[in-house]
């Protein structure tokens, strides 16, 4: 862990923080000495993250809720400012995805997700702006190439997640004056999370995806861990309202094809 990514004291609040890329970053930071909390739908997962988190010495609180109900998100970032105080790293990152065709999507599939990834983004950050602390705070959205590459069979993730990055952006103009950051992290593929093996549910296709990037690798869940303590970090302290790809250089050139092989099972 490089030196300057001390968050001793500091509080981390990870909504979707209970498995794949979000746990990733709730470990980062908890390993960096910072109080972990964490919220997610499930209570099973809730348990088990807190206390997985708890081993790295921190406090560590947990919440099960949905984002899309926002007098659940507004309960519980009251309770935890009641447990724990303030915010100093707010991370967003609750999100759904499935394959399908937008012709072979329904109305209410295409709305769940927009729901999920963009309208519960809105409600994280609003409800969580008034215990965010300023000057100083951190918040960090958690994009997707899918939100400036089309990608077949992904038209609800491309929707929700341009909505995401241009929040990132407008919220970035509007709490700057209070000194709060807002950033943008758009993963690419990483191994061992549940987004991966839905999208590339095949060894052929896992394979195809691996050699789209030009690191001819996936990501780690600890990575995008780094790269959210480095935006939160001192030396990150004048970065705001990007949208910064830790991807491998995947955005560049082969996502676009790799999607297109996920859609046909495979591809030379």
């Known amino acids: 862990m490089p030196a300057s990514f001390d968050f001793s004291g500091k509080r981390v609040f990870v909504f979707g923080g209970t498995s794949g890329i979000n746990l990733g970053i709730a ?3 908890a390993a960096a000495g910072a109080d972990v909390s964490v919220a997610s739908r499930s209570q099973e997962k809730v348990d088990a993250a807190v206390q997985r988190l708890s081993a790295s010495g921190g406090a560590s609180y947990g919440f099960a809720l949905d984002v ?8 519980a970032l009251e309770q935890h400012n009641k447990d724990a105080g303030g915010i100093d790293v707010l991370v967003s990152g609750a999100a759904g995805n499935f394959p399908a065709l937008a012709n072979d999507m329904s109305a209410n599939g295409f709305k769940s997700v927009v729901d999920i990834d963009l309208l519960g983004s809105f409600h994280v950050l609003q409800s969580a702006y008034p215990y965010l602390t300023k000057p100083g705070a951190s918040v960090i959205n958690i994009s997707a190439p899918q939100a400036f590459l089309a990608m077949p069979m992904q038209a609800h993730v491309c929707a929700a997640k341009a909505g995401v990055d241009m929040l990132t952006r407008t919220l970035a103009l509007e709490w700057g004056a209070a000194g709060i950051r807002v950033n943008s992290i758009s993963p690419g593929p990483i191994e061992n999370t549940e987004g991966m093996r839905r999208l590339a549910p095949t060894e052929k296709i896992a394979e195809h995806v691996k050699r789209s990037v030009p690191l001819q690798r996936y990501g780690k869940a600890s990575e995008i861990g780094d790269a959210a303590m480095f935006l ?3 030396a990150g302290a004048y970065i705001s309202g990007i949208v910064m790809p830790v991807d491998g250089g995947w955005s560049i050139g082969g996502a676009s094809a790799a999607a297109l092989a996920m859609t046909q099972g495979g591809g030379s």
């Open 27 to 29: 470990e980062s930071f």
């Open 68 to 75: 899309r109900d926002l007098a659940a998100v507004r309960d």
């Open 232 to 234: 939160s970090s001192e």
